[in-house]
Each structure stands twice: as C-alpha cells, then as structure tokens.
C-alpha cells in the first residue's frame, strides 16, 4: 500500500460528509459520468478533490475574480475554458451542478494528456504513464502545478536517468521545472493528501460509485445575468 494511503485524514473526510447533501452528492455523481474504464478516477476523487479545495464549498472566496475561486478553485481562464461563467453578476464557478462538471471534464482531460504523448501547448511532450492508478497522481499533481510544469518534471526526471512514469520518481523534479520550494511541497502534500481523503471516502461515503459506468449527463451555462437567491440553504443563480 502505497505511504500516501495509510496516512489519516484527521477527521475532515467526516466533517465534510455531515455537509454533503442529495444535491451535492446527485452534482457529483452526474459529474463522475465524464469518467470511464480507462482512468482510475471516480466520484471519490471528486470527493477528495472537492474537500482540499474549498472544503466542501466553505472556503470560495469571492464572485467574479480572475484568481482561483468557488468549489473547486478554478481560476478565471480555466473556468471559462470549460463553459464557465465568470463576472461578479453571474459566477457559476459557485454552483455546484456546473463546478463539478467543469472539475470532472478537466480532471479526465489531464488524464487523457498523460495517457499517451501528448504535445503541450509550450513544446513540452508529456511522457505516457500507462499505469491508471500511477496516473491518478500525476492528474492530481498537474491540476494543482499545471499539466507544463509535470510533463517539464518528467522530461528532466527521464534526463536524470529516473523513470518518469513514477510520480515518486517525478515529483522530486518539480523545482528543477519552475516551481518553487514551497510550491513544489504543496504540490508533494496535495497529491498525497487528496489520495488519502479518496481512500477514506471510497469507505464511508454513500456516493454511487458505479457511477461512472452510467450514460453521461451534460450540464451547460444556462444564461449571462440574473441574480442569486438562496433556496434551502444553497445558492441558486435565477435567470433574469
């Protein structure tokens, strides 16, 4: 079992299921859909993702900035990237439905970047990690640092005579890509830490993990202004 895995979460995985609602749990399941039999990723991991991020939607910052904010931090270019909507009038990086289904689609394109060579758009090839489960770290380390600065890490990992489909091999490598110290640290902890919040959710959590299995459910941007209201508890953005 790898190190990651027998760490403990500290109790939030519990903290975080109290908060997870039918809606919540329903947005997230629909989203694992975007998923499928070549990852190793599921509604889980969308759970875990969704706990480090923003803690279960306690810590999004504020509507409308460019930097990384709602459920899953996305930050402006990206949200937009993936149909979201980002003004300080209508920002649906703060509706669940929508940041979900963003997250997933981003999550299964890192994938898809890592599971063959694949040309990034700085002239740095990704280096194929055939492994799924290998891979879910190297997913997790580049939705964090970026899929660049990962491909940059394994290409100077490979240079080092390393492999560069082992991400214990690869993150070692990530200062010598651009990072940081501290950033480089964050990225170490963050992949470990959310593979340690999906193992402890895979146990306790009631989400659907077959999820993925099931026909997909699309969820689009359904209009450019209005205004928010809150109906039981959650904000909901009413079309003008």
């Known amino acids: 079992m790898p190190n990651e895995t027998k760490e403990k979460s500290e109790g939030w995985v519990d903290q975080w299921l109290e908060k997870e609602t039918e809606h919540t749990q329903t947005a997230l399941e629909n989203a694992s859909k ?3 039999d070549n990852d190793d990723l599921t509604v889980n991991t969308l759970e875990a993702l969704y706990g480090k991020e923003s803690s279960f939607g306690t810590m999004q910052k504020n509507r409308g900035i460019e930097e990384a904010a709602g459920h899953f931090q ?8 993936y149909g979201l909507i980002v003004s300080k009038g209508n920002d649906t990086r703060f509706d669940i439905d929508y940041a979900s289904s963003a997250a997933a689609r981003y999550l299964k394109d890192i994938d898809n970047v890592f599971s063959r060579k694949t040309t990034l758009v700085k002239g740095r090839d990704t280096i194929p990690v055939k492994d799924p489960s290998e891979r879910k770290k190297f997913v997790l380390g580049a ?12 290409y100077l990992t490979e240079q ?22 501290e950033k480089a640290d964050e990225v170490r902890d963050y992949v470990e830490k959310v593979l340690v919040f999906e193992l402890e959710f895979a146990k306790k959590s009631p989400a659907d993990k077959k999820a993925k299995a099931k026909e997909g459910k699309e969820v689009t941007c359904r209009c450019s202004s209005g205004h928010w209201v809150t109906i039981d508890d959650r904000p ?3 079309c003008d």
Request: no cysteine.
């Open 34 to 36: 975007y998923f499928d």
């Open 74 to 81: 996305f930050r402006k270019p990206t949200a937009e990237e």
């Open 143 to 154: 939705y964090n640092t970026g899929q660049g600065r990962v491909a940059s890490a394994q």
């Open 160 to 181: 080092a005579g390393k492999n560069p489909a082992i991400w214990d091999d690869v993150k070692g490598f990530l200062e010598a890509a651009g990072d940081s110290k």
């Open 236 to 238: 909901v953005f009413m």
